[in-house]
């Protein structure tokens, strides 16, 4: 089953498990791609067969499209005013549009190997620890310094009122 929306998205917490489903991706894809090309194909073999015959008619019964002179530009014009011919190219349009929708969907699979492997690239550099900044002892130290003598005071200040009570 192709999901295309839900095969080209990534879980960023789960990377491994991305990667591990990645080859076996791009393989189901590039199948589709590949059974849809054949579609194509299939579909523009049945156009050009269906054109090959109705000029066969043309050329035989002119009357039928009533033609007063067999003419290349006239029998190629009239192919196309065809019911049949239109089915038949409506119908290799379609698979065309689907083999199309196909390749781009192999381009983005592999645009998620690219993104996937960037990914862990960032991943190995740390780039998802969060920022952290240097630390500067001279001034911890001073801020420290500075904390404890507030609270000596503080305790100097409880003994003595305690010992005046």
Known sequence: ???YEQDTLIDPDALDV???KQAQLMGKYV???ASAKKDMDDSKEKLDMGKAYIEMDIRKNPAKYELEKITEG???STILLQEEYQKLNAEYNET??????SVAAVRAIDQKKTAL???VKLLGVSYFAGPKAPR???REWIQESERKAKNAKVRLKRKVTTADD
């Open 31 to 33: 199948a589709y791609s």
């Open 117 to 119: 492997e960037n990914l």
């Open 136 to 138: 500067d002892l001279s």
């Open 18 to 20: 991305e990667w591990l």
């Open 96 to 101: 065309k549009y689907e083999y199309e929708i």
């Open 74 to 76: 006239a029998i190629q």
């Open 1 to 3: 089953m192709i999901d």
